[in-house]
């Protein structure tokens, strides 16, 4: 997965959900941190989409309590067939374990995304710019996930995804929160590489997502 062009995600915690997502996805995101046996699932998995495996720990939205376990387990999936890519929360690179994981995954050519998110508002532009400097100097793609509480917060994030993508840096970026919510089918028209969205609304792993057919039909009228 080399994320040049925008990749659709269906967020799965059952990867037996992936023939749902084929007709709109270009990828699965399989959140480990809520799957039970996650490896095994991840080593039984036959669907014709790639995965990007994020196992999201509790200090950053997701469900994973041990940090040396995760982290483990996300070194063992990055080095599996069907893992394109795997998310590594960029605290995880810079302060904790998480480049050894980045080390597994480049072993086998598996794309490295770095991650932030912040569930409680919209940094300034500068801090934003930092934030995605150091994700892409650290990774291929430099994710971040803000929350909106107004459309001006939107506008900082789509402009600093816009003046990224021009320099030629791939990242991700969406705010989330129902004032963020538009972004989501708005940012890859700025140059955001990697949408999210679950299969079925009542799935939905972050606030503001749509669901998969909803985000893909936004997606292609905008283009």
Known sequence: MNFEELVLAASLTDLDAEPEARDHADAVEFRMDLADDPLAALDDYDGDLPVLATNRAAWEGGEAEDDDARL??????AELACVGAVDIELQSLTEGDGERVAERARRTDTTVVASVHDFERTPPKSELRDLLETATDRADVGKLAVTAR?????????SVTHEFSEAGARVATMAMG????????VAPLYGSKIGYAPVRPEEATAPGQYDLATLAELVDDLK
């Open 72 to 77: 483990a387990d996300l070194a063992e999936a």
């Open 150 to 158: 107004n459309r001006s917060d939107v506008l900082d994030l789509l």
């Open 178 to 185: 129902e004032a963020g919510r538009h972004s989501r089918a």
